[in-house]
């Protein structure tokens, strides 16, 4: 079986569909074996466990965090919703594993370099992972957002940019496409392109909450740097 995972949703994957542009992602190929009746039932309390966890996270949210997620129209219903409705259904239902015998990371040009197991297990769970492509989708949604990230190319790398997406994040910071003029001389008509920039947290972030908030916080400090230029702070 194979199984390949794309965080790019909304207004982000067409403009990659335009520019012809892959989304980074990564392709898994294993067996799927049926969960015999004993594991299947430690499997169905783990979820049960699993989905108290996220609701609990959900309701838990501050008001940054709600607001980001509330621009998104990626999975109007939430994971432990969906399992929710599976588990108790009273619809019969088999459990099964998925073993995995290899993983390929596809980047963005199509190519494709294959995932050493090791490096795997060495690689700890990302508490962003969960919420990566809501957060993505929400801020890309958001034209506020996007000025926001338009004022971030400006103020922290001295890029104009007419537009602006989020590509991707990680707890480290987050990748922009940003359209900007190309190159032009003498007469010619000023044309753009858009052209991929990252900026970095001055802190890495420990979960949504943080990432969020020092999201926010770069915000009102570009917006304070742009006044002081304009003659407005």
């Not at 309390?45 to 501050?62: C, G, Q, T, V």
């Not at 219903?77 to 998925?98: A, C, H, M, P, Q």
């Not at 010619?188 to 970095?200: C, H, M």
């Not at 890495?204 to 926010?216: A, G, N, P, W």
Request: glycine share 6%; charged share 30%; with cysteine.
């Amino acid at each position: 079986m194979n199984c390949t995972m794309c965080p790019y949703p909304g207004p982000l994957g067409k403009l990659l569909k335009s520019m012809n542009k892959f989304p980074v992602r990564v392709a898994l190929t294993g067996d799927v074996v049926p969960v015999k009746d004993k594991k299947a039932e430690s499997a169905a309390n783990y979820l049960k466990e699993m989905m108290l966890s996220e609701e609990k996270a959900l309701k838990e949210f501050s008001y940054t965090v709600s607001g980001v997620l509330s621009s998104s129209n990626h999975f109007s219903t939430t994971r432990s919703e969906n399992l929710k409705e599976l588990i108790d259904g009273g619809e019969k239902y088999v459990i099964y594993k998925f073993n995995l015998s290899s993983c390929m990371f596809v980047d963005g040009n199509g190519g494709t370099h294959e995932v050493d197991f090791e490096d795997m297990e060495k690689c700890k769970a990302s508490l962003l992972a969960p919420y990566s492509a809501k957060l993505i989708d929400g801020i890309n949604q958001s034209e506020a957002r996007r000025r926001g990230l338009i004022l971030f190319c400006f103020t922290y790398l001295n890029v104009n940019a007419r537009d602006a997406y989020m590509l991707s994040l990680d707890r480290k910071g987050f990748d922009v496409l940003g359209k900007v003029r190309s190159k032009v001389t003498g007469d010619e008509i000023d044309e753009y392109q858009w052209k991929q920039f990252r900026i970095t947290f001055k802190e890495e972030t420990r979960d949504i909450e943080s990432f969020c908030q020092q999201l926010v916080e770069m915000e009102e400090d570009a917006i304070k740097k742009v006044s002081s230029y304009s003659g407005l702070g």
